[in-house]
């Protein structure tokens, strides 16, 4: 109990209290253990509404303001959930900077000798859990596979209904609805002189990136 409340085990002791505190909430189900570093998570978010409601698509945003994520990524511990990858570090440096400071004053080590020995057991936790953590995080990425985030290309293709009077080239919304049955409002643009009254059935052909609206050509369903 000495050697963990001591320097430099005192300093990732109380953060592996924390770890064990949060997954024992996520054994009960108070939090969620999931939250990816994942694989650079870009992509255009595709604000579908949920439970059938109907949610506008919004401005474009992507995956870059993770800096936490990012950090991971470039350590070569991505892939996983956050969660998992900060509780490996933990304990893993935990259990090295207990089994150095055990060494250390099996040795006899004291005074400004022990201070310097101490800061090299420090610099082999953070050294040895980096190293430990990236060789785990390898086998484990197989039981966390990405999820792509939705995206407004997923819509390209499908049929809309047209929700305003006209569509032309500076105007025009209509409905989609998603694989999982949500809808969204979204902005639509034709070409063309083609006539579009509310209500009537069109085809999302393109995605304008640029404009964040969709192309759209008027289709006659097979009856």
């Known amino acids: 109990m000495r050697t963990a409340l001591a320097f430099p085990t005192v300093l990732f002791s109380f953060a592996l209290l924390v770890v ?4 024992l909430l996520a054994l009960m189900g108070g939090v969620s253990a999931h939250g990816h570093a994942g694989h650079g998570g ?3 978010h595709a604000g579908h509404g949920g439970h059938g409601g109907h949610g506008e698509i919004g401005s ?6 993770h800096g936490g994520e990012g950090l991971l990524a470039a350590a070569g511990l991505d892939g996983v959930p956050v969660t998992v990858v900060l509780s490996l570090l933990t304990a893993v440096a935990w259990f090295v900077s207990l089994a150095g ?3 250390l004053d099996g040795a006899g080590a004291h005074g400004p000798v022990r201070v310097l020995l101490a800061i090299v057991v420090l610099a082999v936790a953070l050294v040895g859990s980096w190293s430990v953590t990236w060789l785990l ?7 966390f596979p990405e999820v792509r985030p939705p995206s407004r290309q997923d819509f390209v293709g499908s049929l809309c209904v047209i929700r305003t009077g006209r569509v032309g080239t500076d105007f025009g919304q209509a409905e989609v609805t998603a694989p999982d ?3 969204a409002v979204v ?8 006539t579009f009254a509310s209500g009537s059935t069109a085809l999302l052909y393109e995605y304008e990136p640029a404009g964040e609206f969709f192309w759209v ?3 006659d369903p097979i009856t």
């Not at 995080?137 to 039981?143: K, Y």
Request: glycine share 16%; proline share 5%.
């Open 137 to 143: 995080v390898r086998p484990l990425r197989r039981l």
């Open 60 to 65: 474009h945003h992507d995956g870059h303001g």
């Open 101 to 103: 400071s055990e060494l």
């Open 20 to 23: 064990i505190g949060f997954w």
């Open 42 to 44: 870009h992509g255009e």
């Open 217 to 219: 050509a008027p289709f």
């Open 187 to 194: 902005q639509v643009r034709q070409t063309g002189e083609d």
């Open 181 to 183: 049955g949500s809808s």
